[in-house]
């Protein structure tokens, strides 16, 4: 556990821009400066950040690495992160240079989940394809056999990852008639289960053969880096769709976009992107494929609140407490 201690009216610096009302308090609070441009800061003005501020407010677009750690400067003390991943932060580094790390856990669950949803119901009833028909003026018309999707209600959802976002999935799912799996390191309460109305499969492959809907909510770390890998994607019927607002690196991609062309995975919803903003030319080829730019989280009121998360762990590492939603070892 690394050192706490007060520090009064701490330098703050924020790598992007965050809503209004937050950075008005930030600088209300702290010593701080905003990016109010949202110009994402190169690694060397990231490093020149890191060598003057007490804490440092990056983004899940900014790569804190083992480097820029070890040659940020001796008063950073508190990293404090706004977004719940934490995978673009060097965590051993920072343990080993004493600085405390933050997330905002929670606060993003609820949105996140409406977009799985969204995608669970958009790629099989085909709705991307529709509204792009209509917008293209060929639409001729209601017929019998036009836009001929699946209804999702009777089938079997499979989720990796059974943690607040997933169970919050289940949940919703669970209300359109959908049967739930899911699979985690370890099994749920039987009382979580039961609301959730689950059932824990302790072996993946078992579950992805017996799905017909696959959503992903596991955090990024060396545990789930391709962990959906080409063997594995062999493992579901062809008839399966797969669903993603996680971590783009969870899949693997090449191995997914072969699956999609050559028919082995009936369609996929992607919120995420294994090289983010790039995106496979090959994905943008798809009909099948419903693709949206990483806003499983982007509502006002998930970003408000997750900027109260960081503003709350500031306050309690500067008055010399714990932080609330320090990063521990071995976080997952």
């Known amino acids: 556990m690394v050192e706490t201690r007060r520090c009064a009216n701490p330098k703050v610096i924020v790598t992007r821009e965050l809503p209004d009302a937050v950075m008005d308090r930030l600088e209300a609070l702290f010593d701080a400066t905003n990016n109010r441009t949202d110009r994402a800061m190169t690694r060397d003005e990231l490093a020149a950040a890191m060598q003057s501020c007490d804490v440092f407010v990056p983004t899940m677009t900014d790569t804190i690495d083992a480097a820029l750690i070890e040659g940020a400067g001796e008063r950073l003390r508190l990293i404090a992160n706004f977004g719940a991943g934490v995978n673009h932060i060097d965590l051993k580094a920072a343990r080993a240079r004493g600085i405390i790390v933050t997330n905002t856990p929670g606060v993003l669950t609820e949105d996140t989940a409406d977009m799985t949803l969204a995608l669970i119901l958009s790629v099989p009833r085909r709705l991307a394809e529709g509204e792009k028909l209509v917008r293209s003026g060929q639409w001729t018309g209601w017929s019998p056999g036009g836009m001929l999707g699946h ?18 999935v289940a949940r919703r799912a669970r209300a359109f008639g959908l049967s739930i799996h899911y699979h985690n390191r370890h099994r749920l309460p039987k009382v979580v289960e039961a609301e959730c109305g689950a059932q824990w499969h302790p072996n993946l492959d078992e579950m992805l053969g017996a799905i017909d809907i696959l959503t992903i909510h596991t955090p990024l770390n060396d545990d789930s880096r391709d962990l959906l890998d080409a063997r594995r994607i062999a493992l579901m019927r062809a008839h399966v769709y797969l669903i993603n607002t996680s971590r783009g690196g969870v899949v693997d991609e090449d191995a997914m976009v072969a699956a999609l062309a050559e028919g082995r995975l009936a369609g996929a919803g992607l919120d995420v992107w294994r090289h983010e903003p790039e995106i496979d030319p090959r994905l943008l080829a798809l009909s099948n494929v419903v693709m949206t730019p990483h806003m499983g989280s982007a509502t006002y009121e998930g970003r408000f609140a997750t900027g109260e998360k960081v503003i709350t762990n500031i306050r309690m590492w500067a008055d010399g407490h714990r932080p609330p939603d320090q990063v521990l070892e071995g976080w997952a």
Request: without cysteine; charged residues 15%; positive net charge.
């Open 151 to 168: 209804r999702i209600g009777g089938k079997a959802l499979g989720i990796i990852g059974m943690g607040r976002i997933g169970q919050a």
